[in-house]
């Protein structure tokens, strides 16, 4: 009997042009030297967020993940029609009875004054949408003590709201937490351990950043033309060239997550492989619109571990004759894919494919698709048969 599914590995090939959709604190092209070369780099927290977005609207679920509960759950209680006054001390108190340690909002050009019931946690709650309701409603039938409660106004004040009840709520999951994992220490039991791991996405050859010198027009200078310059210079970091993207997900963890539901999996996880292909962030993307589809997608399931393929390109990809990274590259990872499943064998590997704009047949990468979504159909009836298949 064959080992069951235990990852699905999907590697992403992608020409993007002149971008910048990852910047670091000085607004410069984040970068990294590997293989003795400065590669363009993008954090896997912009893009694994830019899959996120597209993967809530995917599954039709959302997650909201803030140091504001307290506020949103305030905006709520004014959609009611609560006096605003009482809807901010009932956000206060929700906020404070998170069981996070919190400080209070300071007031605007005054860093010494605070505002009374603008609770801030000190960690970032990350709950579903739905959570924001569920509050509101916790408040709704507490409504009579909160209008006799005093204001939050410092953090040692406690809430007249149940504790017990605001954490319950903030334990709360969905398909997008079951996915991608929740950090919250501060909660009993709040912590869910991810079952996507999402490396950073780099370019596949060497890259130089390019410094873009512009400048604005005033509109009205340049009518009247009675002055010379123009109303504003500035200059920008951008950078182009092909990314090779990887990310797994570890099914076993996915299961325990959403209480062994193969349905709920299959869902989840068609979301996610889509997403993964499809997204991407969305820095200076006004000044860019650097809208590219992926060149190659190949997905594999294994029973036995991950395997990235990002070593294929520790030797960086050089252009082919006639220019261009993207062929280099497809050609370079079939080679690195055949050489690393021949080393380890194919025992584990249940089920492999690609799809993609290549013309040549990548045999290395397994069953050529002439669509990502047959790729991904085809990869999860592997990974996850029915009961009527399996």
Excluded: C
Aim: net charge negative; charged share 25%.
């Amino acid at each position: 009997m064959p080992a069951p599914a235990r990852f699905i590995d999907i590697h992403v090939l992608q020409s993007v042009p002149f971008a910048n959709l990852n910047r670091d604190d000085t607004n410069s092209v984040k970068t990294v030297l590997y293989g003795n070369t400065l590669r363009t780099r993008v954090s896997s927290q912009s893009w694994k967020r830019a899959v996120r977005n597209v993967f809530e609207d995917h599954i039709g679920e959302a997650a909201l993940r803030t140091r504001r509960i307290g506020e949103r759950v305030t905006r709520e209680l004014e959609h009611r029609d609560w006096p605003t006054p009482l809807a901010q001390r009932a956000g206060g108190h929700v906020a404070a009875a998170s069981g996070i340690k919190f400080e209070l909002a300071k007031t605007p050009g005054d860093a010494k004054q605070t505002i009374p019931n603008k609770v801030l946690t000190n960690a970032l709650v990350y709950v579903p949408e739905s959570a924001v309701t569920e509050l509101a409603d916790l408040a709704e039938q507490h409504r009579d003590v909160l209008e006799q409660a005093k204001d939050i106004k410092k953090p040692a004040d406690k809430s007249i709201l149940p504790t017990t009840e605001v954490e319950s709520v903030l334990r709360a999951r969905n398909g997008v937490i079951n996915l991608f994992g929740r950090m919250l220490a501060e909660i009993d039991d709040a912590g869910v351990d991810g079952a996507v791991q999402v490396a950073h996405a780099m370019t596949t050859h060497e890259t130089d950043v390019e410094l873009d010198y512009f400048s604005a027009v005033d509109d009205i200078t340049a009518l009247w033309n009675d002055a010379s310059g123009s109303g504003h210079m500035g200059h920008a970091e951008f950078s182009a060239g092909t990314f090779y993207r990887y990310a797994t997900l570890d099914l076993r963890d996915l299961m325990d997550n959403i209480g062994g539901d193969p349905a709920a999996a299959r869902e989840l996880s068609t979301a996610f492989l889509t997403s993964f292909i499809t997204s991407l962030p969305q820095a200076k993307k006004n000044s860019t619109a650097p809208h590219t589809i992926p060149d190659l997608v190949h997905v594999s399931v294994r029973a036995d571990r991950p395997l990235s393929y990002a070593a294929a390109f520790e030797k960086p990809v050089r252009a082919g004759r006639d220019g261009g990274f993207a062929d280099a590259s497809r050609t370079q990872l079939a080679a690195y894919a055949h050489a690393a499943n021949t080393l380890l064998g194919t025992r584990s590997v249940i089920a492999s494919g690609w799809a993609g704009l290549d013309t040549d047949d990548l045999t290395a990468l397994g069953t050529r698709h002439d669509s990502f979504d047959g790729l991904i159909t085809t990869a999860l009836h592997a990974a996850l048969p029915t009961e009527a298949t399996a």
